[in-house]
């Protein structure tokens, strides 16, 4: 178990960017793939990124690709959603999760969630 801390939301117009931080405790983070999620009003909780265990590899769905960065520092027990050129449409609960490494990063079982983040871009 790892206990999984979101912080690094808020406002923002867009065009702009934030970057969102999530603090690992409780387990060796270095141990586990790492991913970003979110959650529209009325929508389901979606994949965005998600990044191995050794930082080496990362993975992205479409909407994001070339705007969203995710990195992670094992030094600090932390991993990074870094945005930019956000929209409107990316306002959500951002929310990072912790699985054990699998063969590929779209295989990863998430069951470790952070508490999320609340990210509104305004036009």
Known sequence: QVQLVESGGG???????LRLSCAASGRTFSSYDMGWFRQAPGKERDFIA???WRGTSTYYTDSVKGRFTISRDNGKNTVYLQMRS???E??????CAAGSPAITLTRVKYDNWGQGTQVTVSS
Not at 90 to 95: K, M, S, V
């Open 50 to 52: 998600a990044i191995n």
């Open 86 to 88: 956000l929209k409107v």
């Open 90 to 95: 990316d306002t959500a609960i951002y929310y």
């Open 11 to 17: 406002l923002v117009q867009a065009g702009g960017s």
